[in-house]
């Protein structure tokens, strides 16, 4: 079967998108000090953390690299966060233009844990 979109186009999207995003955050700054309780953020800037934060954490799960700790993510200002975005996408590039990949054969093996849980009691293997 052929995938509808290649992992190429969906990572060119989403550099679109996250540069709409932070574009029109850059625009209107007063947005990221909204409310927002989606995911238990106290506002949009940590909701935006939260998102670049999170493609961080799965480029580099996925390309086998170091996970940066969620406590070492900054929490601003907007062109910091837009930075674990960026990382996020050479880690995916440069996962992308590795030939050797076998990606029918690929597994990746994330331990969730709910925010709540203490961090002794979670190891990533």
């Known amino acids: ?4 979109i290649t992992l190429e186009e969906l990572l060119a999207w989403n550099e679109e998108v996250s540069r ?3 574009v029109h ?3 209107n700054p007063a947005l990221l000090e909204l409310p927002c309780g989606i995911g ?3 506002d949009v800037q940590a909701f935006i953390r939260h998102i670049w934060g999170a493609e961080l954490v ?3 799960i996925i390309s086998g690299l170091l996970i940066t700790d969620y406590d070492v993510w900054p929490h601003g200002p907007l062109a910091a966060l837009y930075d674990l975005h960026l ?3 050479r880690n995916f590039r440069a996962l992308f233009a590795n030939a050797e990949i076998q990606w ?3 597994t990746v093996h994330y331990p969730w844990r709910r925010p709540e849980t203490p961090k002794n009691l979670f190891t990533i293997f």
Request: proline residues 5%.
């Open 1 to 4: 079967m052929t995938p509808a």
């Open 58 to 60: 799965w480029s580099q």
């Open 87 to 89: 990382s996020a996408v």
């Open 104 to 106: 029918d054969e690929k």
């Open 25 to 27: 955050l850059d625009a």
């Open 20 to 22: 709409f995003w932070k």
């Open 40 to 42: 238990g953020n106290a």
